[in-house]
């Protein structure tokens, strides 16, 4: 069974820019959660997406959003690149949320310079 | 805020048991204690997670006091490739069945030829 899938693997943007990332989870789960990494704060959540619906939203900015499509694909979006979000992101997919293990992808490393 | 505490780094050495403990005084009765690993800026891996009662599978046992306030993750043969920074986290379920991870600064392991 194939895991969960994170593109691009690395990414360098430019202060002022916008990125979209994208996961695609384990065949059959339906709930993606995304978590930012840092080494200041840590690994912290972002939101999750269960049937191409936020059902769940971290303490971010309204720069960070996120999408889930019909086959529980995610892609999540961060305008006007601060230096300040150069960190790992990751992504989670579980059977539904709640009471169900999630799996983590590998991640994708964003530079912002 | 994380709602465990974890020592912040711990040694052991190769083939002997490691013994990883974590607090959680403050967790409710329906919230589980999830064990995670990331291994060098890799996407955290899921270990075991448990309720009540103790719980064992390929990787590790885990071990809940009776109180709940506190369990600890055995490793039973440390490896080398067992270094990494193990994360006790205490899922919470919000209503709907949403629910998100909330890392703690989790306990860096490292294991010593």
């Known amino acids: 069974k194939a895991g969960v899938t994170q593109t691009p693997r690395y990414l360098i943007k430019t202060r002022g820019q916008q990125v979209t990332l994208s996961c695609s989870p384990i065949?059959?789960?339906?709930?993606v959660s995304w978590y930012q990494q840092t080494p200041g704060q840590g690994l912290q959540f972002l939101f999750e997406y269960f049937s191409e619906t936020q059902r769940n939203k971290g303490n971010f900015p309204g720069r960070f959003s996120g999408r889930q499509f019909s086959n529980s694909r995610s892609e999540m979006n961060v305008s006007t690149l601060e230096l300040g979000d150069s960190a790992l992101y990751l992504c989670?997919?579980?059977?539904?949320?709640?009471?169900?293990?999630?799996?983590f992808g590998q991640g994708t490393r964003l530079t912002v310079v | 805020d994380a709602k465990t505490t974890q020592p912040t780094s711990m040694d052991c050495a190769e083939g002997r048991a490691a013994n990883l403990p974590c607090n959680h005084s403050t967790i409710s009765g329906n919230e589980y204690v999830y064990w995670y690993r990331q291994i060098h800026s890799q996407g955290p891996q899921y270990i075991i997670h448990?309720?009540?009662n103790n719980e064992t599978n390929e990787m590790a046992s885990l071990i809940i006091t009776e109180d709940r306030k506190s369990s600890t993750l055995i490793l039973p043969h440390a490896t080398l490739r067992d270094t990494a920074v193990y994360y006790c986290?205490?899922?919470?379920?919000?209503?709907?069945?949403?629910?998100?991870?909330?890392f703690g600064k989790g306990t860096k392991l490292t294991v010593n030829p």
């Open positions: 986290i205490v899922r919470v379920a919000n209503q709907g069945g949403s629910e998100k991870l909330v």
């Open positions: 065949s059959g789960h339906r709930s």
């Open positions: 448990g309720l009540k």
């Open positions: 989670a997919s579980s059977l539904q949320g709640a009471y169900t293990e999630a799996f």
